[in-house]
């Protein structure tokens, strides 16, 4: 049974009318067969360039920045080097960017062996090849700076991973090459970097939903090669590890841990153990991929093992799958440009709280785009920042009980059933990238 999800105008009406359907399996070998899609030519030149040029200059005002010096180089370079056009850095070089009313002024200052190149990928304004007369590339930087005389200027030092790129020897040579006058000056890009990445380009989105439906259907595919009594958790991650590198695509985070499979009780971001999986278990797949080594997904899928006899899952089973999927729906009906990543969590806690799920010590979503726990607003009850149009989330609707001898403490003997999806918010409300999982996918033998 299939359903076309609309934003969140339609959210209310869809949960009543689903809640109403009896339960049916989907059949796990009706999936379309996956194409190397993101084989071929990258868009992120393109992409980047029309990021740089639209959203940079908004972001930079928002943040207050009047500068933003990245220095960028080869074997220890910045997190943020291939988005602002540094990924190839052999020698030492520095970007500088100089906010003029309502749009930004991009230098590159580079040895000379590198700017033939960099010209002619024309990533920034003006490519300079700096010399030791010219006092290096951070020479260059402080004269610009000097003629610029900008009030703020913001580097890659501070509380914000992808934005804490500079060294502290970087910093002494930077503020030794600018003087101490402008060295006052100097803020955390943390803010700036935020407001920038957060917010993903309609063309980054079409992406993205390509790579979240290819990363929903090779969780299918993995579940259906499951056989209970022989399958372990770790053949599940092995398969979809081989998909992976059939297609040409890249784990959404550490390798380590993508896919993150489990049948057991609850072991949160973890390796696939050699657990085997047994008849009456709940399966979880946590996965995701990344495409053209840029965008990544975030996506979970539960199955469940039919036990001999048993066509649908047992009541208690169906009971906990349909309360964390009611979770998720009262956040992504909640979710709305204005609306606080508090609010969302908020809404999704109290059906955790009415349905009688223990609690977990997760929130309940995050953003995910160029690395799968992406800057921007998290989904959490701290965050206060309001929820814009471009930003995308993963988020989760959470049931979590013991298991017979735990604790009762999440993570000693738990079960958690997350349901977690990915979405965009539009000017309309929120929008799935794929439409949500909304039965259970059963594993017959």
Same mark, same amino acid.
């Given at each position: 049974?299939?359903?076309?999800?609309?934003?969140?105008?339609? $959210?209310?009406?869809?949960?009543?009318?689903?809640?109403?359907?009896?339960?049916?399996?989907?059949?796990?070998?009706?999936?379309?067969?996956?194409?190397?899609?993101?084989?071929?030519?990258?868009?992120?030149?393109?992409?980047?360039?029309?990021?740089?040029?639209?959203?940079?200059?908004?972001?930079?005002?928002?943040? @207050?920045?009047? $500068?933003?010096?990245?220095?960028?180089?080869?074997?220890? @370079? =910045?997190?943020?080097?291939?988005?602002?056009? &540094?990924?190839?850095?052999?020698?030492?070089?520095?970007? !500088?960017?100089?906010?003029?009313?309502?749009?930004?002024?991009?230098?590159?200052?580079?040895?000379?062996?590198?700017?033939?190149?960099?010209?002619?990928?024309?990533?920034?304004?003006?490519?300079?090849?700096?010399?030791?007369?010219?006092?290096?590339?951070?020479?260059?930087?402080?004269?610009?700076?000097?003629?610029?005389?900008?009030?703020?200027?913001?580097?890659?030092?501070?509380? !914000?991973?992808? $934005?804490?790129?500079?060294?502290?020897?970087?910093?002494?040579?930077?503020?030794?090459?600018?003087?101490?006058?402008?060295?006052?000056?100097?803020?955390?890009?943390?803010?700036?970097?935020?407001?920038?990445?957060?917010?993903?380009?309609?063309?980054?989105?079409?992406?993205?939903?390509?790579?979240?439906?290819?990363?929903?259907?090779?969780?299918?595919?993995?579940?259906?090669?499951?056989?209970?009594?022989?399958?372990?958790?770790?053949?599940?991650?092995?398969?979809?590890?081989?998909?992976?590198?059939?297609?040409?695509?890249?784990?959404?985070?550490?390798?380590?841990? @993508?896919?993150?499979?489990?049948?057991?009780? =609850?072991?949160?971001?973890?390796?696939?153990?050699?657990?085997?999986?047994?008849?009456? =278990?709940?399966?979880?797949?946590?996965?995701?991929?990344?495409?053209? &080594?840029?965008?990544?997904?975030?996506?979970?899928?539960?199955?469940?093992?039919?036990?001999?006899?048993?066509?649908?899952?047992?009541?208690?089973?169906?009971?906990?799958?349909?309360?964390?999927?009611?979770?998720?729906?009262?956040?992504?009906?909640?979710?709305?440009?204005?609306?606080?990543?508090?609010?969302?969590?908020?809404?999704?806690?109290?059906?955790?709280?009415?349905?009688?799920?223990?609690?977990?010590?997760?929130?309940?979503?995050?953003?995910?785009?160029?690395?799968?726990?992406?800057?921007?607003?998290?989904?959490?009850?701290?965050?206060?920042?309001?929820?814009?149009?471009?930003?995308?989330?993963?988020? =989760?609707?959470?049931?979590?009980?013991?298991?017979?001898?735990?604790?009762?403490?999440?993570?000693?003997?738990?079960?958690?059933?997350?349901?977690?999806?990915?979405?965009?918010?539009?000017?309309?409300?929120?929008?799935?990238?794929?439409?949500?999982?909304?039965?259970?996918?059963?594993?017959?033998?």
């Amino acid at each position: 049974m299939t359903f076309s999800f609309t934003p969140i105008a339609r $959210a209310a009406t869809l949960c009543s009318a689903l809640a109403a359907i009896p339960f049916v399996a989907l059949p796990l070998l009706a999936q379309p067969a996956a194409t190397a899609e993101f084989a071929g030519p990258s868009p992120w030149h393109t992409i980047r360039q029309e990021r740089l040029r639209t959203l940079l200059p908004v972001a930079m005002q928002k943040a @207050n920045v009047d $500068a933003w010096i990245v220095m960028v180089r080869e074997n220890a @370079n =910045d997190p943020l080097a291939l988005h602002v056009g &540094g990924e190839n850095t052999g020698a030492p070089s520095s970007i !500088l960017f100089l906010r003029r009313g309502t749009s930004v002024q991009s230098y590159i200052f580079a040895g000379f062996g590198e700017v033939i190149a960099l010209r002619e990928l024309a990533v920034h304004d003006s490519v300079v090849a700096y010399t030791a007369e010219s006092g290096g590339p951070l020479g260059e930087v402080a004269a610009r700076l000097k003629t610029a005389n900008p009030a703020r200027i913001a580097i890659n030092s501070g509380n !914000l991973a992808m $934005a804490d790129g500079l060294s502290a020897s970087q910093r002494i040579a930077l503020e030794r090459a600018i003087g101490p006058e402008m060295s006052a000056r100097l803020v955390s890009s943390a803010e700036l970097v935020s407001y920038w990445l957060d917010r993903k380009l309609p063309a980054e989105i079409d992406i993205m939903r390509k790579a979240a439906s290819l990363t929903e259907q090779l969780e299918h595919e993995a579940y259906a090669t499951v056989v209970p009594g022989k399958t372990r958790d770790s053949d599940l991650a092995q398969f979809l590890k081989k998909r992976m590198r059939e297609l040409a695509v890249e784990d959404g985070w550490s390798p380590a841990q @993508n896919p993150s499979v489990n049948s057991g009780p =609850d072991r949160g971001h973890s390796h696939a153990s050699n657990r085997v999986i047994e008849y009456g =278990d709940v399966i979880q797949i946590d996965f995701g991929i990344k495409v053209f &080594g840029v965008w990544g997904t975030d996506i979970q899928r539960f199955a469940y093992a039919l036990r001999p006899g048993e066509s649908v899952p047992p009541p208690d089973v169906q009971r906990k799958w349909l309360a964390a999927r009611r979770g998720g729906e009262a956040a992504f009906a909640m979710m709305r440009p204005g609306v606080t990543g508090s609010e969302v969590d908020s809404a999704q806690r109290v059906i955790m709280n009415r349905e009688g799920s223990a609690s977990v010590p997760w929130g309940t979503g995050h953003s995910v785009g160029y690395w799968a726990h992406d800057v921007g607003p998290s989904l959490n009850r701290f965050n206060k920042r309001p929820l814009e149009v471009g930003h995308v989330f993963a988020f =989760d609707g959470f049931f979590a009980w013991t298991l017979p001898g735990g604790t009762g403490k999440w993570g000693e003997g738990s079960k958690t059933i997350s349901v977690e999806e990915m979405a965009v918010i539009t000017e309309r409300g929120a929008e799935y990238l794929v439409p949500p999982q909304q039965e259970l996918i059963l594993i017959k033998r």
